[in-house]
C-alpha cells in the first residue's frame, strides 16, 4: 500500500516501504498567542518561519490550522496556505472541520494535498469525500462514529471498514484514506496506549490501510512528555503504523524515527542515520 | 489542625483512598462534625491538590486519583451531611460542545467543582445547542460550564450562548468557558461570563460568578 502526497514537481511516498513520514504540527494557534495574532491580523509571517523552521527539522508534510477565534477561516487558511506555499516545496494538509475552509485553501493548492480530516460520522464523510474527489485530495480518517470513540481493537477495525467502504461508495481509493487509529490521553486512562497499539496492528494486518496518528496527544498531562512521545511512536511503528502528525522540532523524536526507519528496514547502509549523526556532532562543536 | 482531620487531608492530597475512607470513618466515629470533615479535611486538600496542578508540580493522574479519594470520602460523609443540611456552593451543568469528543479537561473541571462542594451535572461530550437549551430549561443551574478543546469546535460556543439567548434564558445562567485554543478574549467576544484556563482556576470563576 502505497500513498502519495504532492506539491508541484514534489512527491512524498507514505507506506511501509518508504521511511516514516512527519506531518509537522506547529501551524496551529491553539495555545499559541503571538502566532494566533498575527495570524488573525492576515500577517502569515510567523506561519512562514514555522514551515521553514520544521521543513529543516526533518517535516516531511506541512500541517496547516488557522482556527483563530472568531477569524474569517476560509480566508485566513487560504491566507496562510499561499504564505506557506511562497516559502517551503513539503505538501501540505489542511487542517479544519469547515468544508468552506477546506475548499479555499484546496483550491489554491497546485497538488495532491491532504485533508485532516473526517471521521467515520456518516453526515461528516457525505461532506469530507466529495471536497476530496473534487480536488484530488487524500484524507485523514479519524475512527470516531456516530457513537464516539470505539473502545476496543476490533470496534475500531470495524469502523475503519466501514469507513474504507464509505471512502469507496465516492469513488476514492483505499490507499487515499489515511486511518488515524486515535490516540488518547494515557493520563487520563493507563490503557488507551495499549489498546491504540492493538488497533495500529489489527488494521495493518486485516486491512493493510496506511495510518496517520495525531502522536503527541497521547503523554498530556505527564511530565518528560517528549521520552513518552518518542516510545509511543518507535512501539506503534513496529506495528504498522506510517506517518504521524507531530512536532519535528524535537530532537528527541526526530532521533527515534531515524532509529525507526533503520531499524525498519528503510535507510539504505544506514546512510541516513549516520549523516544524522554526524549533523548532531557538527551542531554540537558548533554550540 | 485535628490530627484526625490531619489524616484525611493527606490522604486526599496523597489519592490515598483507603486512607481517606479509614479516616473519614474515624472522625466520624470520634464525633467531628460532618460539615468540618468536609471543608477542613477533603476541601481543603482539593484546593491544595488544585494548587499543585496550577503550579505545575501536580500531574493528571495524580488529580484524578485525589479525587477519586475525595469521591470515596464523600459517599461515606454524604448520609451524615444531610442532616446537618448543607447547601452546595451552587449548581453547575458542564459539556463539552457538539462536534467535539475530548472531556479530559472538562471532568478535571467538574471533579474540581465537585471538590469544591458544587453539585455538578454532567452532559458529557458532544452536546449540541438545543439539550444545552432543554437542560437549563428544566435543570435551572446557577452556572453553565462549557469546553471546547478544538479550533474547530470552539465556534460552537458562540452558537450555543446565541441559542441561549434566544430561548430567553441568558439572564437565567452564568455561563464560564474553557479548553486549549480558548482565550479570555474570546469568551468576552461571545458574551461569557467568564474564562478559566485550568481546572483550579475554574472553581475560583465559579465562586465569583456566585458571588456576582
Not at chain 2, 100 to 116: F, S, T, Y
Request: proline residues 5%.
Amino acid at each position: 500500500m502505497e500513498t502519495t502526497l504532492a506539491l508541484n514537481d514534489r512527491t512524498i511516498f507514505i507506506g511501509p516501504q518508504h521511511p516514516f513520514v512527519i506531518i509537522g504540527e506547529r501551524i496551529n494557534p491553539t495555545r499559541r498567542k503571538k502566532l494566533a495574532e498575527s495570524m488573525a491580523n492576515g500577517d502569515f509571517s510567523l506561519a512562514q518561519d514555522e514551515a521553514c523552521a520544521q521543513v529543516k527539522a526533518g517535516a516531511h508534510v506541512l500541517d496547516v490550522n488557522a482556527g483563530v477565534p472568531g477569524g474569517d477561516e476560509p480566508a485566513l487558511l487560504r491566507g496562510a496556505t499561499l504564505a506557506v506555499l511562497e516559502v517551503t516545496k513539503a505538501p501540505l494538509c489542511f487542517d479544519s472541520a469547515d468544508p468552506d475552509a477546506l475548499a479555499a485553501a484546496l483550491s489554491v493548492y497546485p497538488g495532491k494535498a491532504l485533508i485532516n480530516s473526517t471521521t467515520a460520522e456518516g453526515k461528516m464523510m457525505d461532506v469530507i469525500f466529495p471536497l476530496a474527489r473534487q480536488h484530488g485530495a487524500a484524507v485523514i480518517g479519524v475512527l470516531t462514529n456516530d457513537k464516539g470513540v470505539p473502545a476496543t481493537a476490533l470496534e475500531r477495525l470495524r469502523t475503519a471498514e466501514h469507513l474504507l467502504k464509505r471512502a469507496g461508495d465516492f469513488g476514492i481509493r483505499v490507499e487515499d484514506i489515511l486511518i488515524d487509529p486515535l490516540a488518547l490521553v494515557v493520563s487520563a486512562d493507563d490503557q488507551a496506549g495499549r489498546i491504540t497499539l492493538e488497533s495500529i496492528a489489527l488494521i495493518h494486518t486485516e486491512l493493510g490501510a496506511n495510518m496517520c496518528l495525531g502522536a503527541s496527544n497521547v503523554s498530556f498531562g505527564l511530565p518528560d512528555r517528549k521520552i513518552v512521545n518518542a516510545a509511543f511512536l518507535a512501539l506503534a511503528i513496529s506495528r504498522g503504523l506510517t506517518s504521524a502528525i507531530t512536532d519535528p522540532t524535537a530532537a528527541e523524536i526526530q532521533t527515534t524515527l531515524q532509529a525507526c526507519d533503520l531499524l525498519m528496514g528503510n535507510d539504505s547502509y544506514s546512510m541516513r542515520w549516520i549523516k544524522a549523526f554526524r549533523a548532531r556532532q557538527k551542531a554540537a562543536a558548533a554550540a | 489542625m485535628d490530627p484526625k482531620l490531619a489524616t484525611i487531608y493527606e490522604a486526599v492530597l496523597e489519592g490515598d483512598m483507603p486512607g481517606a475512607k479509614a479516616g473519614i470513618q474515624a472522625a466520624l466515629d470520634a464525633g467531628v462534625a460532618p460539615i468540618t470533615i468536609l471543608n477542613d479535611g477533603m476541601i481543603a486538600a482539593m484546593a491544595e491538590v488544585g494548587k499543585r496542578f496550577e503550579e505545575g508540580d501536580y500531574y493528571v493522574p495524580e488529580m484524578l486519583i485525589s479525587a477519586r479519594a475525595m469521591q470515596a470520602g464523600l459517599a461515606i460523609l454524604k448520609p451524615h451531611l444531610q442532616s446537618g443540611g448543607d447547601q452546595p456552593a451552587g449548581t453547575v451543568m458542564i459539556g463539552t460542545v457538539k462536534g467535539d469528543l475530548h472531556d479530559i479537561g472538562k471532568n478535571l473541571v467538574a471533579l474540581m467543582l465537585e471538590g469544591a462542594g458544587f453539585e455538578v451535572r454532567d452532559l458529557g461530550v458532544d452536546v449540541s445547542a438545543d439539550k444545552i437549551v432543554e437542560a437549563i430549561r428544566t435543570g435551572g443551574p446557577d452556572i453553565l460550564a462549557l469546553s471546547a478543546l478544538l479550533t474547530t469546535t470552539m465556534p460552537y460556543m458562540k452558537i450555543t450562548i446565541e441559542a441561549i439567548q434566544q430561548a430567553g434564558l441568558r439572564d437565567k445562567v452564568k455561563i464560564m468557558v474553557g479548553g486549549a485554543p480558548v482565550t479570555a478574549e474570546y469568551a468576552s467576544q461571545i458574551g461569557a461570563d467568564g474564562y478559566s484556563p485550568d481546572a483550579s482556576r475554574a472553581v475560583r470563576l465559579a465562586h465569583t460568578l456566585m458571588n456576582a
